[in-house]
Nanobody
Framework: VQLVESGGGLVQAGGSLRLSCAASGTILGFNSMGWYRQAPGKQRELVATITRAGSTNYADSVKGRFTISRNNTKALVFLQMNSLKPEDTAVYYC?????????WGQGTQVTVSS
């Protein structure tokens, strides 16, 4: 399984970005997809996840600002990020969990300027 993220970039505080993650290859027993982020000097942390059934989960720090969604037909997952803050600056990674375990994308940089 390969995951490719896109949509990162530089944005001013208060702005918006939409991240996309496309999965390719043979997916067995899909469970969930999600977004994680890692800022310099910090551990990777969960941002949002969405299950096969469509249930979502968000980090407290992004609730009300970020929305995760998916397109099952095309194995895509999106992260709409609104009201961005400088503390959202990080490399954002897409993760897919299926029967064989976790797969990660290469990450996309999001930088929010104050």
């Amino acid at each position: 399984v390969q995951l490719v993220e896109s949509g990162g970039g530089l944005v001013q505080a208060g702005g918006s970005l939409r991240l996309s993650c496309a999965a390719s290859g043979t997916i067995l027993g899909f469970n969930s997809m999600g977004w994680y982020r890692q800022a310099p000097g910090k551990q990777r942390e969960l941002v949002a996840t969405i299950t096969r059934a469509g249930s979502t989960n968000y980090a407290d720090s992004v609730k009300g600002r970020f929305t995760i969604s998916r397109n099952n037909t095309k194995a895509l997952v999106f992260l709409q990020m609104n009201s961005l803050k400088p503390e959202d600056t990080a490399v954002y990674y897409c993760k897919l969990n299926e029967f064989r375990g976790d797969y990660w994308g290469q990450g996309t940089q999001v930088t929010v300027s104050s």
